[in-house]
């Protein structure tokens, strides 16, 4: 994480922006920054402190759990509460490095409905409770004059003979591993069998091999949509809130390739020796509620965690022409070819691939 990164210090619904977290707040809340925490800012920190009292640091990173470890095993741990990516929920639990979370202590749907019935499947574990489904997808802006038909799939980003320029593309095996064999013809079925086999590894890798002189590669959310508004790259892969936000507040015109694209599950865990335990708990109980995840989606389009939040879906908060539902990762028209992360392969798999990934940047 940046030492630039900025800090958001919020006390009662007013909040000041500072360059140091060395101010007292209640609660550090770490997120991935960009129009994601913003979403989240207004929907969850915001009326968590008018309720509270409460005073909130928003800090950015970039994913993973060396951090949240670090922090853990030197018995000094500033962070409250992360959003982390599923698979490294999984790990980081496994590792013993988050306190337990008591499901029954979840807010029930409006109607009255059990938080337990009520979240989707697959999207409340022993140390983590989901927020959000989002997506990995790529992009390309449509404004730009060239002369190829407007891409259509996976391949196509791979095909630098159609498609000639620089490609933009996550630092990191995950998602990138998949889309490499998806582009290879593997169907979305398919992909994890083949990527558990050292020969789908191989041929991972060898797919990368055709694109790699023509990849800039990103680590930041913010950094996609500035790479293509910049005329850097031709395609990217981003997530695709990300994208909506560059398109609905800014004015790009960016057009996302649904084909392929891997979705996933962000979550929220508590870190284990959080000075503040019963305020991240209280936290994270509101800010998954099915009014808070409703609200969150009218500024980006991820998916709630929560039926009861799903039938709430809206219109975009500062433009009623537009319907958020449509733009959603799980929109029928933007599902039909479509590929979950494989939590387990990863948090069994990541060191592994990630120091084969490295290897293979670095020859």
């Known amino acids: 994480m940046s030492g630039l990164t900025k800090k958001l210090i919020a006390i009662a619904g007013a909040s000041v922006f500072v360059s140091s977290a060395s101010m007292a707040a209640d609660l550090t809340v770490v997120s991935w920054g960009g129009a994601y925490t913003k979403s989240q800012v207004e ?3 915001k009326p968590w402190m008018a309720k509270s009292g409460k005073a909130i640091v928003s800090e950015d990173y970039g ?71 989002w997506s990995s997808v790529y992009v390309y802006d449509k404004s730009q004059t060239r002369n190829w038909n407007a891409p259509k799939s996976m391949a196509d980003f791979f095909n630098t003979q159609a498609y000639p320029g620089k490609r933009g ?9 998949e889309f490499a064999l998806i582009a290879d013809g593997v169907p979305v079925s398919e992909v994890y069998n083949v990527l558990s086999t050292e020969e789908g590894i191989a041929r991972a ?27 850097e790259v031709i395609f990217t892969t981003a997530w695709n809130g990300r994208i909506f936000n560059a398109v609905a507040s800014e004015g790009q015109k960016f057009e996302m390739v649904w084909d392929g ?17 019963e305020a991240a708990l209280d936290f994270l109980a509101f800010s998954t509620a099915t009014e808070q995840l409703a609200a969150q989606a009218s500024w980006i389009p991820y998916g709630p965690a929560r039926a009861s939040a799903v039938a709430r879906i809206g219109t975009y908060h ?9 733009h959603m990762p799980t929109a029928p028209g933007n599902f039909k070819n479509a590929l979950q992360n494989d939590y387990e392969f990863w948090a069994d798999n990541a060191d592994q691939l990630n120091e084969r990934f490295n290897a293979w940047l670095a020859k």
């Open 63 to 133: 994913g993973g759990i060396a951090e949240i470890k670090a922090q853990v095993e030197s018995g000094n741990v500033s962070w409250d509460i992360v959003d982390v990516e599923l698979s490294d929920a999984i790990r980081a639990c496994d590792e013993g490095l988050l306190e337990t979370i008591d499901h029954s202590k979840l807010p029930a749907s409006p109607d009255g409905t059990p938080a337990v019935e009520d979240f989707l499947p697959g999207t409340l574990h022993d140390c983590a409770v989901a927020n959000i489904v």
């Open 43 to 45: 929907a969850y920190h």
């Open 169 to 177: 593309m996550r630092k990191s095996p995950k998602v990138t591993m």
């Open 205 to 231: 890798f060898a797919k990368l091999d055709t694109i790699k002189d023509d990849v800039i590669w990103w680590e930041a959310g913010a950094q996609p949509p500035q790479l293509l508004a910049d005329g």
């Open 261 to 277: 694209q891997i979705y996933d599950l962000d979550l929220w865990v508590i870190p284990k020796g959080s000075k503040n335990k």
């Open 318 to 326: 500062s433009d009623d022409t537009i319907q958020m539902a449509s």
